[in-house]
């Protein structure tokens, strides 16, 4: 602290022009012109002798140090954040707001907060994303740079809840309980794999045995198609856990995403706050708002 500018700590500051050792010059004829200066008086010395000597050694020492020591100009150092201010490249006014792309297609202000969010602040570490919204049953997936590929209905679990029953995953499908059959809500790193029928899924949390994958039609007292085509999103619970995607949207826009690699899965709460969820969570507009209010 307390550095000037471009100056790196410890550094001794020069005079200009060789300015240092001109100055030392006429320091030294400054001294040769004034004579030694007696620093004992003897008893030759009158007291007036002695005072005059002690006025013309402070004299040349003043000289001296105003000539060899190089004058200051102290620059305004700029003062501390106030406490609570918008801190990080998110405050900086002049950058370009970054917001999430959605081209002509609605969604609701929670979902675009979130992925805002996650353009702003870089969340998704330059992968693309994943963004299901449990309360409207509806998948979005972005590119690296947050724009919207597309979007379609999902399937999710029939519980509503935002957790996973610890170890659920190492149960058998049938000891699961209706009540425990909910599609847990956080940022999840999600990849390519296969479920234990050998069919490739997408793992959102291994761990719990949640996967995206193609709607299986297989008990048609479920009417697990219809369901998805049906404007409402209350019927669009039915999984034990799972995102069932329609088929063709998993084939043409899930599975060669995660082709090129891995990429994030954000899942949002429906029973829990989103910032309850996402600790990190700032809505950009707002923050943007007040980084220029206190810019001006």
Not at 63 to 86: D, E, F, K, M, S
Not at 154 to 181: C, M, Q, T
Not at 207 to 214: F, G, I, K, N
Request: aromatic fraction near 6%.
């Amino acid at each position: 602290m307390g550095q000037t500018p471009g100056e790196p700590p410890g550094a001794t500051t020069a005079l200009p022009g060789g300015a240092d050792t001109a100055a030392a010059k006429s320091a030294a004829q400054l001294v040769e012109q004034a004579g030694p200066v007696n620093a004992n008086p003897t008893e030759n010395q009158s007291d007036a002798e002695w005072q005059s000597g002690v006025r013309q050694g402070l004299l040349i020492g003043a000289a001296v140090l105003a000539l060899v020591i190089p004058q200051v100009t102290l620059q305004p150092q700029p003062a501390a954040p106030a406490q609570g201010a918008v801190k990080g490249p998110v405050a900086q006014a002049g950058r370009p707001l970054r917001l999430a792309d959605f081209g002509e297609t609605a969604a609701a202000a929670e979902v675009k907060q979130l992925a805002n969010w996650i353009v702003d602040s870089g969340d998704n570490g330059q992968r693309f994303f994943v963004l299901l919204d449990k309360r409207n049953t509806h998948v979005f997936l972005f590119n690296t740079l947050g724009t919207l590929i597309s979007s379609t209905p999902v399937l999710i679990g029939a519980a509503k809840g935002d957790d996973s029953v610890v170890g659920i995953g190492a149960r058998p499908i049938a000891d699961v309980a209706p009540n425990e059959r909910t599609t847990p809500a956080g940022r999840f790193e999600a990849g390519r794999g296969r479920n234990t029928l050998g069919e490739d899924v997408i793992w959102v949390d291994y761990d719990a045995a949640v996967s995206m994958h193609r709607v299986r039609a297989i008990e048609p007292a479920e009417r697990r198609l219809e369901r998805l085509a049906s404007p409402q999103t209350d019927d669009n619970r039915i999984s034990y856990g799972c995102v069932n995607v329609p088929v063709r949207f998993y084939e043409t826009v899930i599975q060669p995403a995660f082709a090129a690699g891995a990429g994030l899965v954000y899942v949002m709460p429906e029973v829990k706050a989103l910032g309850e969820v996402f600790p990190a969570l700032y809505d950009v507009r707002a923050r943007r708002a007040g980084a220029l209010a206190s810019s001006r």
